[in-house]
């Protein structure tokens, strides 16, 4: 099985919360972590700020409980699309480069997830999000989190789903398996609740790193400069695994 | 009773297991257990080495396609297979001799991945040669820790009634097993078996029919302990009905390692939400005795 993650964590203006966050999922298990910095596209030309850096955070990664090593902290990018129609949001989603649609939690969802277009993201590899911070702070948001969620449920049918906290705070990440019940809640079956917290945020991250690769298979690193003249040794290739 | 020391081991590469002279020093000569230490066998890699030789690694899917080594996908691992279990037999006399098995084994392990775990190491020697564990792994961090013993007296503890011919107990005579085990449960965490039907903590009551026994004997014994000195241990519990005593009965529970790769006889164990395999003994005064085994979701039926 792969190692728990939590791929959303916000990152606030504050350092100091975003450690104690840090600290807190290292705490309860989480193995790897991203930090996700949102932008609105309302206005044309915005700056998209510059990610946090992993060093500036943390000069010793803490350590993940219960094992040796220290926790792996990744940043993320999401951007929030707002279409004059929503139900060509999905279509869009199929055709443009992204690895992960999130399902907002914040209104009842003015369309119906449609079959097809579902069906086109699952095979393109695209992971849906639920995330459960805006269920533990108001209750109006709780049912819109658990209706939209069965509704995500009754179409792709489980499959590629990722659950994850959108935690501004430390108090607001819950450990992994008390996630993976709550996906019992939102229609997943035990097995796929917990691999939302586990199996399938490793897809997404792996299918983000071959966006730079040529159909997943092959990456190119850099050479080292050679200290010596003749140095013919062939340039490095990696092979990288492409998940779907 | 001395319950034997065991050894932890940082930073030991895997390799170190497989060599000639590691087998014939310990695996042939006695028996010879290792387990990774801070592993948890749903997220991670997972080494154990059983009594009988059988080296079983419980890889996830990046490890086992790195590693090269043959293998079978595990039982518990959902839709996409993401774990997989090999299992090397050291005693095995084509593994011995330099065969290819061996020397791609050893390649695999030596410079192709290289695995490193913290390890913790028991070994039971038949024979009385001294152990040499500690200077065989000296230039790695080794050290030799003995298992926690807590002992705690429990005065004026409710018990339930057993008769040792009943197993499903009968109607206001005696308890039945599943409910001697639940009792057992809540004696070892220590849970109050006397509590109201609107308690909000915990509402369970000790099964009836019950009796209040003035001194209750709990001995906790923690660390990696061999299954030859649970043997021992078992042969002088019965041995504590030699004289009579006013005890109707002791029971013996042993709980497995949540993040063994194995539970009985190697079947593979997993860890779904909690990763419990655990048997009892409850052994009476006339010498009859109880066997309960219990697993977790994630587990085949005990033998």
Sequence with gaps: ?244 | METGPYYFVKNLPLYELITHEFINTFVKKGSCYALTYNTNIDEDNTVALLPNGKLILSLDKDTYEETGLQGRPSQYSGRKIMKFIVSIDLMDLSFIMDSKKYERISWSLKEKKPLKFDFLLAWHQTGTEESVMMSYFSKYQIQEQQPKVAVSTLRDLQCPVLQSGELRGEAEASCSAPELFDWLGAVFCGVDPNNEPNNFISTYCCPQPSTVVEKAYLCTVTGFIVAEKICILLEQLCHYFDEPKLAPWVTLSVQGFADSPVSWRESEHGFQKGGEHLYTFVIFNNLDYWLQMAVGANDDCPP
Excluded at chain 1, 151 to 179: F, H, T
Excluded at chain 1, 220 to 233: H, N, Y
């Design chain 1, 1 to 244: 099985m792969a190692v728990f993650a939590d791929l959303d964590l916000r990152a606030g203006s504050d350092l100091k919360v975003l450690r104690g966050m840090v600290e807190t999922a290292a705490h309860l298990g989480y193995s790897v972590v991203a930090i996700n910095h949102v932008v609105d596209f309302k206005e044309k030309k915005q700056e998209i700020e510059k990610p946090v850096v992993v060093s500036e955070l943390f000069t010793t990664l803490p350590i993940v409980q219960g094992k040796s090593r220290p926790i792996k902290i990744l940043t993320r990018l999401t951007i929030i699309v707002t279409d004059p129609s929503h139900c060509n949001v999905l279509v869009a989603c199929t055709h443009l480069d992204v690895d992960l649609v999130c399902i907002t939690v914040t209104e009842k969802l003015p369309f119906y997830f449609k079959r097809p277009p579902v069906n086109v993201a699952i095979d393109r590899g695209l992971g849906f999000e639920l995330v459960y911070s805006p269920a533990i702070k108001d209750s109006t948001m709780r049912r819109y989190t658990i209706s939209n969620a069965l509704n995500l449920m009754q179409i792709c049918k489980g499959k590629n789903v990722i659950i994850s906290s959108a935690a501004e705070r430390p108090l607001e990440i819950r450990g992994p398996y008390d996630v993976a019940n709550l996906g019992l809640l939102f229609g997943l079956s035990e097995v796929d609740a917990k691999a939302a917290v586990s199996t399938n945020c490793r897809a997404a991250l792996l299918h983000g790193e071959t966006r730079k690769t040529a159909f997943g298979i092959v990456s190119t690193v850099k050479k080292p400069r050679p200290s010596e003249g003749d140095d013919d040794s062939l340039p490095a290739c990696k092979k990288a695994k492409c998940e779907g």
